[in-house]
């Protein structure tokens, strides 16, 4: 296991502050979806009646649709962050420590449309969508210090001052 692995796997998030970061995200993400209902169906485009049976299939489309992209769009932007990981200290990097892309968030996201997905996290510290995705939820503090302290050491035999 190489140095930036390890300081990955000793910073991962507790299950608490994950726990937080479902329930912000949670909360964020119904707060935009409803405001965005409210505009669609106030704005008369007719296709979010409740009681009809094309109004429950589009609107069921719209929700699974709209929670993916936003929540990749959201870690995409904020670089591995969401609002949830701002108020934890938090942020997703791939097993080797980097910045996942794009499409790595969308699978996280994805993923996360498993059934009975949240429940992963009884039976392993990583949730399927970190296993799937190859990627962990670190504490950025605890990554950066470590990683530092890994850099620093790999400096003293390298020759370099800098």
Known sequence: MDNITRAVEYS??????????????GIVINIVYNIIEIIMYYGSI??????STEGIIITSIFSLVFYVLLYSLQE?????RSIGKYVTNTRVVLLNGEEP????????SL???????????????AGWHDTLSKTRVVKISDFERIRSRNDNIEQ?????ND
Do not use: H, Q, W
């Open 12 to 25: 991962l998030a507790s299950p608490g502050r994950r726990f937080a970061n479902f329930i912000i995200d």
């Open 46 to 51: 007719g296709l979010l009646n409740s009681f």
């Open 76 to 80: 995409y932007l904020l670089k591995g």
């Open 101 to 108: 892309g794009f499409n790595t968030y969308l699978v996280r």
């Open 111 to 125: 993923c996360r449309m498993i059934p009975f997905e949240a429940f992963s996290f009884l039976f392993s510290a």
């Open 156 to 160: 003293i035999g390298s020759g370099t």
